[in-house]
């Protein structure tokens, strides 16, 4: 069943499961994005559960990372907990975090680029000049998803037969926008326009669109060691909703949505799970077609054009920095 039925029905009838508890995560380093509240803390807290040895939570504000961190380490005494500085507003700061993960860390074998926000008017990065949800959700995730390339390869060559992971959390409302960017000139610049930013939730949905369109033009061009996908967590209670002010937006998400914690689960189970499915969007724990527009061959035209758009604009705007060596050597 597709559309809002269908979404409203998996909310109230499927209930996400947490880890198998015969699953160790002993020895292994991961990175949370996001990782100070919502589904990023809850995924953080339930890897620590199953005895990972080191998560990175990379946040923007450090004070609430510290407060994630001691609710991790209350819960999972053994689980060393680095609270790191990262602002997916700021390229330098995404920059300085992969340069501290290829000079501090030994290995990394989990990465959930879960960092976003839901903004339904249009705000413009003053550090960037990007619209918002376009920044933090793809512009952000994307560069993020090249810099870990390197030490997620570099882990799944000392380690050989293991797979190391990349999880970007996307959504179901990717099904749910007209996306009409796509037949702009440049689909980056249109989505700058103030014009283009379309109603309610559209250009939050357009976000999560973009996080697929990239995912599976990555794993296009990628060798076998480094597994990326997308997953929707579903609908969640979070922090994400706070400037919703559509009305009946809180009874709505009272009746639907899973809390925190389930949607961490989700999480979980696509970035451990799921280890030989390259390139997959996977929804209630199982992997699921993409939206139709998605696998259609203006999707993948789509799909390419962000792509050459994405690495033009990351390469202005870090030059110097080589963003697709990495994928030569895989
Ligand atoms: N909750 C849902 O219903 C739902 C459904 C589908 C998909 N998702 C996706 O799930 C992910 C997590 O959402 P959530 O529900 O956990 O929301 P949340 O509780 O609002 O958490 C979002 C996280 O992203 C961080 N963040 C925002 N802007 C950032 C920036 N510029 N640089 C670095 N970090 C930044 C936030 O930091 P601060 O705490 O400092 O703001 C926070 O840690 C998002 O990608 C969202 O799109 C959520």
């Known amino acids: 069943m597709g559309g809002m039925a269908g979404f409203m029905y998996r909310q109230l009838t499927f209930t996400p499961k947490p880890l198998p508890s015969s699953i160790t995560l002993d020895g292994k380093t991961a990175i949370v994005t996001g990782g100070n509240t919502g589904l990023g803390l809850e995924a953080a807290k339930e890897m620590a559960r199953h ?3 080191r998560v990175i939570l990379g946040v923007r504000t450090v004070s609430k990372g510290e407060a994630a961190k001691s609710e991790i380490v209350a819960q999972s005494p053994n689980c060393d907990v680095l609270v790191w500085k990262l602002d997916q507003e700021s390229f330098s700061s995404m920059h300085a975090f992969s340069e501290r993960v290829v000079q501090e860390l030994d290995c990394l074998a989990i990465v959930i680029l879960c ?18 949800n376009v920044q933090v959700n793809h512009i952000g995730t994307a560069l993020l998803s090249l810099l870990l390339l390197g030490p997620l390869q570099k882990t799944a060559n000392a380690n050989p037969g293991q797979k190391t992971r990349l999880t970007i959390v996307t959504s179901e ?3 749910w926008t007209r996306f009409e960017a796509k037949d702009a000139p440049n689909i980056l610049a249109r989505l700058d326009e103030p014009s283009s930013f379309g109603e309610g939730m559209d250009r939050y949905n357009t976000s999560k669109l973009l996080n697929i369109l990239w995912l599976r033009e990555l794993s296009s061009v990628l060798g076998p060691d480094v597994i990326v996908n997308g997953v929707n967590p579903g609908l969640c209670a979070s922090t994400l ?30 970035a451990i799970q ?19 527009f998605v696998l259609s061959p203006q999707g993948k035209q789509a799909q390419t054009k962000l792509w050459n758009e994405t690495i ?19």
């Open 51 to 53: 005895g990972i040895s």
């Open 115 to 132: 960092a976003g926000v839901k903004l339904l008017e249009y705000i413009k990065s003053e550090n960037t000049g990007h619209e918002m």
């Open 173 to 175: 409302v990717h099904f």
């Open 241 to 270: 909703h706070r400037s919703d002010t559509t009305p009946g937006i809180a009874i709505f998400n009272k009746i639907f949505a899973w809390s925190s914690e389930q949607g961490g689960h989700n999480l979980v189970d696509a």
């Open 274 to 292: 799921h280890a030989t499915d390259q390139g997959v969007y996977i929804s209630e724990q199982v992997v699921k077609k993409p939206s139709s």
């Open 312 to 330: 033009t604009l990351l390469q202005e705007a870090l030059p110097g920095i080589d963003l697709l060596s990495p994928l030569l050597t895989m």
